[in-house]
């Protein structure tokens, strides 16, 4: 792979642009060396932005061109499942958006590939990397909060207000909605904290009508609100609710609370900032360990 892995980018949305993009632009061990969009302006555009050689509007044609050793693909919901078993067919290592597939059938196959291959796969959850939520998860780890008994996680956004068609709300395309876009990122956190889940139980609720697909057809609709509660293997219990379709002037933005034995750790995140807090409830205040 020569000096730096050479990185191919499926994918020129705003996401692209916000995530993917900023972090590979001066990686030590990577860089991005291919940009694939199906709007050959907007592809050259980014490539132009962003110093990126070789452009393609065919996916195909990028994973076969010699220039990529592997890829990224953040691209609509229904296109993960082709893109990727193409790419583990080349044995390239790749990082793939959630939710991984359409349905259940298509993320096991994709899952089963990879380890028949012994490929190197990754979805980006990427909540596990925030500091704030790295420090909750060591309290609980180092036994600082004590035995955890319940979780409660919440996730609000705006975007899904206004009614208009986009394909992340069409079932036949996206596959799910709130639960395989935003929650599913609570569903992570929830096992990353508290272990394997043994009980589960949802709701999910379409609030916001939307308009036809821009050619006039119908389409069945994916949920824009759901509520998961949870209960784990530890004994603990959760609670995640998620939601598209509230205005970010009230109460947007991300928390997390774990309720144990010893404490309360809060972590907070809105569109002004991020803070984490603890809050000793059961128990005397103790300082919090060296490095922490």
């Known amino acids: 792979m020569g000096d730096k892995v050479r990185v191919g980018l499926v994918g020129t949305s705003w996401w692209a642009e916000a ?13 991005i060396t291919a940009v694939c969009g199906r709007d050959r302006g907007r ?14 509007t065919d996916w195909v044609s990028m994973l076969g061109g010699g220039e990529i050793d592997a890829v990224v693909i953040a691209t609509p919901n229904e296109t993960h499942y082709e893109i990727t078993m193409a790419a583990l067919s080349r044995d390239m290592p790749v990082l793939c958006e959630k ?6 059938a298509e993320a096991n196959k994709m899952a089963e590939v990879a380890a028949e291959r012994n490929a190197i796969t990754m979805v980006p959850f990427t909540y596990r ?53 935003l929650g599913s990122h609570w569903l992570d956190m929830a096992r990353w904290f ?38 784990f293997a530890c004994g603990a219990s959760s609670r995640c609710r998620s939601a598209q379709s509230v205005g970010r002037a009230r109460r947007s933005g ?25 809050y000793a409830v059961c128990a005397p205040a103790r300082p919090v360990p060296p490095g922490r």
């Open 19 to 31: 995530m993917y993009l900023p972090a590979l632009a001066d990686h030590p061990i990577g860089r």
């Open 43 to 56: 592809a050259t555009t980014v490539a132009d932005d962003w110093s990126i050689p070789h452009v393609y």
């Open 99 to 104: 939710p991984l597939g359409l349905s259940v």
């Open 129 to 181: 990397f925030m500091p704030t939520n790295q420090f909750v998860k060591q309290l609980i780890v180092d036994g600082y909060v004590g035995q955890p008994y319940h979780l409660s996680m919440r996730y609000f956004a705006g975007y899904a207000r206004d009614g208009t068609y986009a394909w992340r709300f069409d079932e036949a395309k996206a596959g799910s909605g709130i639960l395989g876009d």
């Open 194 to 231: 508290l272990g394997e889940v043994i009980a589960v139980s949802a709701h999910r609720d379409n609030f916001v009508p939307r308009d036809p697909r821009p050619d006039g057809s119908t389409y069945k609709q994916v949920e824009d609100s759901a509520v998961i509660l949870a209960r």
């Open 254 to 278: 991300r928390s997390t609370s774990s309720i144990c034995t010893e404490a309360v750790a809060r972590c907070t995140r809105s569109t002004i900032g991020t803070r984490c807090r603890r």
